[in-house]
């Protein structure tokens, strides 16, 4: 018993220590997104300090890249109508920009 519970301690502490590196993950200050229309060049950090919850754009929980779903899983909406959704709607609320050469500034590809 006292061997299971000094396990049981153990494995616990592992768990806390992952999950704090998870937590303290704040992803690529910088991040391009490749696109058609021209490469957008996202100031994750920037946005990071501009929107309290990282929830808002990381609805299925913190830190999981959105094309590992969007654009590859069938019930998720397809990447351009995610990422539009998501940037384009907080821009007109928040007086960010709304213009496609704004957020497509790079090249096609
Ligand atoms: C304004 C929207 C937005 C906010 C707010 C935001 N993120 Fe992100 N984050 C993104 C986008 C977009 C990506 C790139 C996703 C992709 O490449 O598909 C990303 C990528 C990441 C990645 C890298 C994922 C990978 O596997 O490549 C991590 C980690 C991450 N974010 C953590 C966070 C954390 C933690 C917070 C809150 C402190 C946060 N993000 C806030 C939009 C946001
Ligand atoms: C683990 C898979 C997964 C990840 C990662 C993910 N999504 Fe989603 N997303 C979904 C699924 C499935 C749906 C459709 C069901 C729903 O609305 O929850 C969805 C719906 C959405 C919608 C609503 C679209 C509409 O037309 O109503 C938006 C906006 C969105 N996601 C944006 C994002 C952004 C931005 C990211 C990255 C910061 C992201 N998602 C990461 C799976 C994911
Ligand atoms: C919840 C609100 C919110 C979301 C979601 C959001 N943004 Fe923004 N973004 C802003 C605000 C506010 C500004 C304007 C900041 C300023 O002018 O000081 C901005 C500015 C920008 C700029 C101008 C350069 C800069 O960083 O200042 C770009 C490019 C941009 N956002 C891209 C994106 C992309 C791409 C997404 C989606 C992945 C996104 N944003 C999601 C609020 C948001
Ligand atoms: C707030 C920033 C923003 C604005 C404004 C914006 N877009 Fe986008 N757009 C994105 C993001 C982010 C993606 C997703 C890129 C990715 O999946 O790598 C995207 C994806 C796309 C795609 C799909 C690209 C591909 O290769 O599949 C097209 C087409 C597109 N946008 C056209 C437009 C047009 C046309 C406008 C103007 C009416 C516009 N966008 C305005 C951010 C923006």
Same mark, same amino acid.
């Given at each position: 018993?006292?061997? =299971?519970?000094?396990?049981? &301690?153990?494995?616990?502490? &592992?768990?806390?220590?992952?999950?704090?590196v998870? #937590?303290? /993950?704040?992803?690529?200050a910088?991040?391009?997104?490749?696109?058609?229309?021209?490469?957008?060049?996202?100031? $994750?950090? #920037? $946005?990071?300090?501009? &929107?309290? /919850?990282?929830?808002?754009?990381? $609805?299925?929980?913190?830190?999981?890249?959105?094309?590992?779903?969007?654009?590859?899983?069938? /019930?998720?909406?397809?990447?351009?109508?995610? =990422? $539009?959704?998501?940037?384009?709607?907080?821009?007109?609320?928040?007086?960010?920009?709304?213009?496609?050469?704004?957020?497509?500034?790079?090249?096609?590809?």
């Open positions: 018993m006292k061997k =299971f519970i000094t396990l049981f &301690v153990a494995i616990a502490m &592992v768990s806390i220590a992952a999950m704090a998870i #937590a303290d /993950d704040k992803g690529p910088e991040i391009k997104l490749p696109a058609s229309m021209g490469e957008i060049t996202f100031n $994750h950090a #920037a $946005h990071q300090g501009r &929107v309290a /919850d990282c929830k808002t754009c990381h $609805h299925q929980g913190e830190g999981t890249a959105c094309r590992s779903c969007h654009g590859i899983k069938s /019930d998720a909406p397809k990447a351009k109508k995610a =990422f $539009h959704a998501t940037c384009k709607g907080c821009h007109k609320e928040q007086n960010g920009p709304t213009k496609c050469k704004q957020c497509h500034t790079g090249p096609k590809g």
